[in-house]
């Protein structure tokens, strides 16, 4: 038997960044020619939102880059209505955002406060955000009422003023977030980030300042120092994730509870919005860029959130985060492809018939209005009819002249690129050529379909099983705790394995599968556990969700903040566990 052909398809309406086309490239994704019918294509990618036509005719083998009403929380003047209504419901789980006023409308509210916190703490600096505006356009800073001149929907926002900071520099974290699934919800959170560092010193005196207190990449690389050699952080204004890891270790500063945190601030802010997609948009899939800052106790506060972050390429770092992300991001929309069922002769002579049978059906048709038309035109002109009639019958004539010319020239089109339909039908549809025994087995998948009702099919990623090492005191401790988890993650394992290419879509609690814990450098870090009834009756229950995110954040606020320091290793201190932090725990 042939071998199958590697690629898939994709279309986009403008031009993609060249990361992105590397990793489609690497992925062996192929452009779709235009000249073909607009169905066949497997990824659409579009860095604006898609129409409702977009969503309503898109197929089983096709997937969007966007979900439909996904942007709630990427609007800075929603994200803040939100988590200001989110807080007020479930408390202070959601005190990770600092204090927002969305003006014109919250403006008297904004005043009433400003002048309370003025008369308490003296002077506090504000932020100024546009609520539609990217890449650090029109944000300043102010600390005097009299400062605040804006246009259009605004967001003020405290300025978190004792940042933490690395030689003096400000920075904040580019984290990316990926939503395969809304119903159930399937957050996916990527193992390495960007730092972005402002490019002059923090002083929280001089607050006109951009180029100490933005971190923006759109605006650091313009100013004098981006270049220069800067303490603890060198030339240019990035790090990756790895490199803020590799100097809070040489530090000693114990960063997990700050990452534990992040882990579970991302998945609530998500929350919000999870209720609001529609059920029916599954062929979807959906990258955010999440910006957090730490301040000075290392505690993670949300500023934004991107929708379709920039994919540019600016520095080395971009190459080695970027690029290995966009990768791992078209490994699980892969996984969403149902691929259509292979074209046999029979179906396609089938399809071509019925092409030429509604083509010949419209030249019919044409042809007796045609005649007709022929036939008054003479009458009237033997009758000397009245000139305004004959020149309607004169146009209504040249009318089906011309719609015939255009049907002849649709019918030579089709007849052309008949041959080069089939050759591009085989590599879209069959992507192999099917043998006797390959006709056997797609019979038996059918056979078996029609007794399973309601499935659909699993695509699955083998987990690599990391190589077994010498177990520490807090490894030991930690595998105690989460046995009653690893019972849990077998038996789901030989639940899959009698059935592992197909699934229970009405099931009330889909359960996870262990092949969704890792793909790639994507980490699952929602839903926690398959234990809780998170989801149920067609939607995410977010009062349990909130409840379950809160007792995990629990018990890790316990485990990494009162453990005794000298229990711990360096580098059990300093070093992410991945592994654990993204995978299920028990509550």
């Known amino acids: 038997m042939n071998q199958r052909p590697p690629w898939l398809f994709y279309k986009t309406d403008q031009g993609l960044p060249q990361l992105l086309t590397k990793a489609l490239t690497q992925e062996q994704f192929k452009e779709v020619p235009e000249n073909h019918r607009n169905d ?3 990824l659409y990618w579009k860095a604006c939102g898609f129409t409702l036509a977009d969503y309503r005719n898109v197929k089983t083998w096709q997937i969007l880059n966007h979900f439909p009403k996904g942007n709630t929380i990427t609007r800075k003047d929603s994200l803040a209505r939100c988590l200001k209504r989110m807080r007020m419901v479930y408390g202070k789980i959601y005190n990770f955002f600092p204090v927002s006023f969305n003006l014109p409308v919250d403006y008297t509210k904004f005043l009433s406060y400003f002048s309370k916190i003025q008369s308490k703490k003296g002077k506090q600096v504000w932020i100024c955000k546009p609520s539609d505006l990217s890449r650090g356009r029109g944000i300043f800073l102010f600390d005097n009422i009299s400062d605040l001149l804006y246009e259009g929907s605004t967001v003020v926002q405290r300025y978190i003023d004792d940042p933490y900071l690395i030689g003096g520099y400000k920075f904040d974290l580019r984290l990316y977030a990926v939503v395969t699934s809304y119903h159930p919800l399937r957050i996916y959170l990527h193992h390495d980030g960007l730092v972005r560092f402002s490019t002059e010193k923090y002083t929280g005196s001089v607050i006109h300042n951009k180029f100490a207190h933005l971190t923006n990449t759109s605006i650091n690389r313009n100013g004098p120092c981006y270049n220069v050699e800067k303490e603890r952080v060198g030339a240019g204004c990035k790090w990756t994730i790895s490199q803020l890891r590799a100097y809070f270790q040489q530090c000693s500063v114990d960063d997990r509870l700050a990452w534990e945190r992040i882990k579970h601030m991302i998945s609530l802010t998500i929350l919000m919005q ?27 506060w949300l500023l934004e959130v991107n929708f379709t972050p920039a994919l540019g390429n600016d520095c080395s770092a971009d190459v080695s985060v970027k690029l290995p992300m966009l990768v ?15 074209a046999t002769d029979h179906s396609r002579k089938n399809t071509k018939l019925s092409k030429q049978a509604v083509i010949l059906k419209e030249e019919q048709n044409l042809l ?21 009639k004959l020149m309607k019958s004169i146009a209504r004539h040249e009318k089906l002249r011309k719609k015939c010319r255009l049907l002849f020239e649709k019918k030579t089109r089709e007849q052309e690129q008949e041959a ?19 006709v ?21 990623i083998v987990e690599q099983k990391p190589t077994p090492g010498p177990m520490t005191e807090t490894d030991s401790v930690h595998s105690t705790r989460c046995s009653t988890v690893s019972s849990t993650r077998t038996t789901t394992a030989r639940s899959h394995s009698s059935a592992s290419s197909f699934r229970n879509i009405n099931s009330s609690l889909p359960q996870v599968s262990p092949s969704e814990y890792k793909v790639g450098g994507f980490f699952l870090t929602f839903p926690i556990s398959n234990n809780t009834q998170t989801y149920s009756k067609g939607c995410t229950d977010i009062a349990k969700s909130v409840a379950e995110i809160r007792n995990s954040l629990r018990i890790s606020e316990t485990n990494f903040k009162f453990m005794p320091a000298e229990n711990r290793q360096l580098y059990e201190r300093t070093t992410i566990n991945w592994n654990v932090m993204s995978g299920f725990k028990q509550n």
């Open 440 to 460: 056997e087995r797609m019979k038996a998948i059918e056979r078996r379909c029609t007794r399973i009702p309601d499935i659909k099919k699993n695509s699955s």
């Open 328 to 342: 791992d991001l078209l490994t699980l929309a892969k996984q969403k492809i149902t691929l259509p069922r292979p």
């Open 420 to 438: 080069e339909d089939s050759h591009y039908d085989d590599v879209f549809r069959n992507r192999f050529i099917m043998d006797a025994a390959e």
């Open 40 to 42: 066949k294509w497997n």
């Open 368 to 388: 007796g209005l045609l005649i007709r038309q022929t036939k008054e035109l003479s009458i009237l002109r033997r009758d000397k009819a009245d000139q305004s």
């Open 274 to 300: 999870a209720n609001s997609i529609p059920e029916s948009a599954k062929q979807c899939i959906e990258l955010y860029g999440f910006d957090i800052i730490l301040d000075k106790k290392l505690k993670p």
